[in-house]
Structures are given as C-alpha cells and as structure tokens.
C-alpha cells in the first residue's frame, strides 16, 4: 500500500499509474498467497530471532524462513501473509527477546519455551503488539518484574510465565485486561499481594478463568473480587497466602481444580459447598478448621487430600467410600473414621 500513496496525491493525470500500482498490489499479494511466502518485514525480523538464537536446525527447519515461510509447521500468517504464530524453542544459546519483536504488527500467538539461557525482561515494544492475544515465554529465565504495560494489550487472553526467574509483584494491570482466562505464572519469585481482576463478565462467563500462581512466594489474601468472577481451575499452592479462601467454592460455581495446598489459609471448611462436577481439590498444610462436610462426598474425586490441616470430627461416610489412602486425611486436629482411627 505504502507505493501507492505518492501516486493517489499526484491526483488524475497519474490514474493510469494508479490502476497499475492496484494491478501489481494485487499481483504481488497472489504471489504472497500462492508461494507461501511471508511478509518480507515480518521475515526480516524472524531471520534475526532465530540468528540470535544461533540458528538452532529445529528451528530453521521449522519456521522455513527461505522458503514457503506461511506454509511452514512453525510459523502461521493470516491472508496478506503477516506472521499471527510463531513457537521458538530448540536453542541453548544466550538469547534475549529483541525488540524488534514490535514489528510483527499481526502476532497473535508468541511463544518462547524452554530456551534455558533467554535471559533478560520483556521488551516493551511487545506493548504495540494490538492483536496480541497469547504471550507465552515458559521454562526460560526471564527476570526482573513483570512489565506493567502487558495490561495495555487489551487483547490478551493466555499469558503464561511460568518458570522464570520473575520477581517483584504481579502488576495490578494484569487484573484490568478485560478478556484473560488463563494466567499461569507459577515457579517465579513473585511476592506482594495478587491484585483485584475486573473481567468483562460476559466473556469471563463464557471463558471462566484459569488461575495458577504455585510456587512463589506472594502472601496477603485471596483478592475479593474472586468471590464475583468466574473461575474454573486455581493453583494457588506453594506461597504465603492468608485469611479465608472459601469463596472460591460454592456449588453454583464453575470450579473443578482447586489446589490451595502449603500456604497459611485459615477458615471454616464445614460449610463450604462444591459442584457436583468437581474432580480436584488439595487444600493441605493450611490451618483450615471445622469439619469435612457430607456433600463432598457426592463427587468423583480424581484428587483429594485436606490433609495437615485443623479439622475435626468424622470423615463423612459417602466420602471414605471411594478415598482409602490415610495420608488425603492425616494430621489434622480430630478427624477420625475410616480410613483414620475410628472415632471414639
Ligand atoms: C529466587 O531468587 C533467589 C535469589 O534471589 C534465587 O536463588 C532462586 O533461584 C530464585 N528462584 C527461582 C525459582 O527463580
Ligand atoms: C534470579 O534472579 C536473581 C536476581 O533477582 C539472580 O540473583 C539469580 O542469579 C537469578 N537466578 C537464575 C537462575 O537466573
Ligand atoms: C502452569 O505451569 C506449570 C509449570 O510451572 C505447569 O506444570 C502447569 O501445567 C501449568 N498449568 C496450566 C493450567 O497451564
Ligand atoms: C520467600 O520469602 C522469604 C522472606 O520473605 C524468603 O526467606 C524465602 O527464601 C522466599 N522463598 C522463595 C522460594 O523465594
Ligand atoms: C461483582 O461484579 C459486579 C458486576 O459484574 C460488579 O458490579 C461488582 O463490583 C463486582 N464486585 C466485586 C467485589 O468485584
Ligand atoms: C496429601 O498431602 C500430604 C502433604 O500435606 C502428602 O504428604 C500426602 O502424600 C498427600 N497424599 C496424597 C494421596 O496425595
């Protein structure tokens, strides 16, 4: 489109000129659509990631830069042969994300993974990146805070983290983006407080969020509005959190994971509610008190353990049909009954 501007000013006397520049526009872009061939500025960027990567041969054999790039296993382009996708990994070179990155205008899906030397943060050129909607840089080591400005990328449904040397706090940022549903930033050195999420609640129903920020070291409480929006699977295992966690249950919910295990929580689990579709729950080494209530049993637990806890009385009839393994239930203040000491 770019060369066609000039000709348009020149006004009338050059409308020859136009119809062959919309001609050749049209041209080259059936080139683009036949040969596969991807946008030479998006090319010339990857070209650069992956010699920055060390041109690793999985990766070149994968993205096909030389060739038919749009018709290669690792790169994906929409149909005027921008690049939506791309997946780079294979590489154990020291490597930091360029931000050239920021001209890959159309990127939909970004992922690094497993590059054990990619180093450094994110740049904020990703911050332009409007159709954004995946950013997953997993099993790396990027360090330093997580930018605030990825909550400017309206866009983003799924970031994932995970695995990094990420420290600082989670950017209240992330809990404004209004179509998140998957967020996954477990194993990091995050501390702080998890902030608030406020979620287009149509989407959010449709797309109930999955929440997973095990392994770090944040403390404070569950954040009230996760008692209001809609989430179907939290890992929230292995920090410092505190204070009540049962409003993330309730059997109007579209709950079936909860993992809450090895933090400091302390409610009453005796009335707590769950759906009947519910398949996970592991609330361990807590100091969650009360009793296990009679409901639970209703479901097909997949996994279950309350263990290291302070509950109390019978473990419900219903439940320890299916659950014969002491150790979902030791140590706990009094609980008792199969497949625990019979209760006296
Ligand atoms: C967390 O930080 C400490 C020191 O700053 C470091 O030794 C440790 O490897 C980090 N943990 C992770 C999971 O990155
Ligand atoms: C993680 O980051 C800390 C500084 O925040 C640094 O001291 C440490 O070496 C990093 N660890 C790894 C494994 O990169
Ligand atoms: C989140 O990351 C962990 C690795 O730390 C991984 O095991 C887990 O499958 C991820 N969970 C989801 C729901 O993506
Ligand atoms: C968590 O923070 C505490 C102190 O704030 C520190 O002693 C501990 O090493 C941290 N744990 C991790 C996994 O970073
Ligand atoms: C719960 O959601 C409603 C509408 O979706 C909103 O008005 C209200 O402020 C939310 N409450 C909390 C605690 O987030
Ligand atoms: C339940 O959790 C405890 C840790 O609190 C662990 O020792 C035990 O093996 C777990 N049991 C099952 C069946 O997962």
């Known amino acids: 489109?770019?060369?066609?501007?000039?000709?348009?000013?020149?006004?009338?006397?050059?409308?020859?000129l136009c119809t062959f520049g919309i001609i050749f526009f049209f041209i080259f872009q059936l080139f683009h659509l036949v040969s596969g061939d991807c946008d030479p500025n998006d090319k010339q960027i990857l070209l650069q990631i992956q010699a920055l990567l060390g041109n690793p041969q999985e990766l070149v054999d994968s993205w096909q830069?030389?060739?038919?790039c749009c018709k290669s296993r690792g790169l994906l382009c929409n149909d005027i042969g921008r690049v939506t996708y791309f997946f780079a990994s294979f590489s154990d070179h020291p490597f930091q994300i360029p931000p050239s990155v920021g001209g890959l205008k159309y990127l939909k899906y970004m992922t690094f993974s497993d590059?054990?030397?990619?180093?450094g943060s994110i740049p904020d050129t990703v911050a332009t990146l409007s159709h954004l909607q995946t950013l997953s840089i997993t099993n790396c080591r990027l360090s330093g805070h997580i930018p605030s400005f990825l909550g400017q990328i309206k866009s983003l449904q799924s970031i994932d983290l995970n695995t990094n040397n990420l420290s600082g706090s989670i950017p209240s940022s992330l809990g404004q983006l209004p179509h998140l549903s998957d967020l996954n930033l477990s194993v990091n050195n995050l501390t702080g407080v998890i902030p608030e999420f406020r979620l287009d609640p149509s989407f959010n129903k449709q797309n109930p969020l999955t929440i997973v920020l095990s392994d770090n070291n944040l403390s404070g409480p569950i954040p009230k509005s996760f008692g209001n929006i809609s989430i179907q699977w939290i890992d929230l295992s292995g920090n410092q959190l505190t204070g009540d966690a049962s409003s993330l249950f309730g059997n109007d919910k579209a709950i079936w994971y909860i993992r809450i295990s090895s933090n400091q929580f302390s409610f009453d689990f005796s009335r707590v509610t769950v759906p009947s579709f519910m398949e996970d729950l592991d609330i361990s080494e807590n100091k969650i008190y009360g009793s296990i209530p009679a409901s639970l049993g209703d479901v097909a637990w997949d996994q279950f353990n309350v263990s290291n806890n302070l509950l109390c009385g019978p473990i419900p009839q219903s439940l320890n049909s299916q659950l014969s393994d002491p150790s979902q239930f030791f140590h706990n203040k009094c609980l008792c009954g199969f497949p625990l000491p019979a209760c006296v």
Do not use: D, H, Q, S
């Not at 489109?1 to 020859?16: D, N």
């Not at 830069?65 to 038919?68: H, K, R």
């Open 65 to 68: 830069l030389e060739g038919a």
């Open 115 to 119: 590059l054990p030397n990619l180093v």
């Open 1 to 16: 489109m770019i060369f066609l501007m000039p000709m348009l000013y020149m006004g009338k006397r050059f409308c020859l």
